[in-house]
Structures are given as C-alpha cells and as structure tokens.
C-alpha cells in the first residue's frame, strides 16, 4: 500500500528553526511537494523536489532522500504568521498526489 | 489571472438531502480535481478529470457520489444522498496538465450533515 507518515503536531518558537519530516511509501515517485494549509484555507505549494538533495526558498528549504523515502521541510526565523498545517505530498506513477495527513505548527511568542 | 473559485463557501444540510458544487479551475487548465478533506486529514482524490473524460474516479463513492465536466472547462460535484460521514471540505484543483507537477486549490466548499 501507499503510505505517507509525518507527525500529528509541533510546537515552535517564534524567530526559532523548525524542521518538519515525512517518510513515504508509494508505488512509483515522480516528486514530493510540501504544502501550506492555514486553518479554514485551501493548500498553497510551497516546494517540489524530485531529485535529492536541498532546495533553499527563502526562510523555507525542503530536503529529499528517494534512497531512504523520507524528506523535511526546513523552517527559519519562525513567524507568527508560520502557524499552520502543512502537508508531505508524493506524486506516484499515476501522476497523482497521495497526501499525508499533514503537521500542525503551533508558533509559540 | 484569476485563481480557482468554488460555490458556495458553506453549506449546511440534513442527512438523506441532495447537494451539489460547482467548480471553474484556472482557464486553460486542461485537468480538474475533486478532493475531499476530512478534519485533521489530508486531502483524498474523488475524482480527476482531462478536458471533459475522467481519469480516475477510483475512490468516488458512486453510489451516493457524481460529477462531471461536460464542456470540459467547469465542473460540479453533487452528493444524493448524504450521510453524516460526507461531512468535510470539498476542494476542486487544475492543473495545466494531467502530469503537471503544480496543482492550484480553490476555497473549497464546507459541507455540514447534520
């Protein structure tokens, strides 16, 4: 079966660092996709990474391993405006997003 | 250019009523998505459209459960009828292509049985 495994909830501090992880399962990879969800909003993308290896998009970075099905999403200089739920996606074989339940950030001042 | 957009933003409604709603993806958005998305949940693929076939409907629970796409631009989602579980937001998503990689989310609509 398909899997995307990343946990439930976190708690950060507001201008600290927090870094979120996911591992995957799934049949076939055509790339991982992180996502913002703020409460009551549809997802906004924040990052794909198909090849290994770190990719930098201002305060945010999303790393990728394919030979250990596992990435993390990188978090710098938390803001208030951070608090929110974000979700691992992975594109299989099929083209389609198969979806992690997603990590709730909570930025404390 | 214009996002998504989703109607109605909410809707409330009884167990056994009828409810449908409408989607118009991004213009030029050959691919059309319907999830839906439990409380606490990641979204679920009902349903994926190209131009105006289907291209998966794997996890559509067809006998409650319909859409279509008929002109190939916008799209409804009606449920007939509803049970309490169908309660989540409904989120209709385009992308340029069936393979590629960006999806864009509309507002999603939240669906209330009670």
């Known amino acids: 079966g398909q899997n995307i495994d990343q946990p439930t909830e976190m708690t950060a501090t507001e201008g600290a660092i927090v870094q979120i992880n996911c591992t995957y399962q799934?049949?076939?990879?055509?790339?991982l996709f992180w996502y913002q969800q703020h409460a009551g909003e549809a997802p906004t993308f924040l990052s794909y990474?198909?090849l290994d290896g770190l990719e930098e998009k201002g305060r945010f970075s999303s790393f990728l391993s394919r030979s250990k099905g596992y990435s993390y999403l990188l978090l710098k200089e938390l803001q208030m405006k951070d608090s929110a739920s974000y979700l691992c996606a992975v594109m299989d074989s099929n083209y389609q997003l198969i979806w992690g339940a997603g990590t709730k950030l909570i930025i404390k001042p | 250019e214009a996002g998504v957009a989703q109607s109605p933003r909410y809707k409330i409604i009884e167990k056994r009523q009828s409810v449908a709603f409408w989607c118009n993806p991004i213009?030029?958005?050959?691919?059309l998505y319907w999830y839906q998305q439990i409380l606490g949940q990641g979204p679920k693929l009902l349903i994926q459209?190209?131009?105006?076939?289907?291209?998966?409907d794997s996890q559509l629970p067809k006998d409650r459960f319909s859409a279509e796409r008929l002109k190939g631009v916008d799209s409804t989602l009606k449920i007939q009828p509803a049970k309490l579980e169908d309660s989540a937001v409904y989120l209709c998503?385009?992308?340029?292509?069936?393979?590629?990689?960006?999806?864009?989310f509309g507002p999603g609509t939240r669906l209330t049985v009670t």
């Open positions: 459209f190209q131009n105006n076939g289907v291209v998966d």
């Open positions: 998503a385009s992308s340029r292509t069936s393979t590629s990689y960006e999806q864009y």
């Open positions: 799934t049949s076939g990879f055509n790339g």
């Open positions: 990474n198909v």
């Open positions: 213009s030029g958005h050959a691919t």
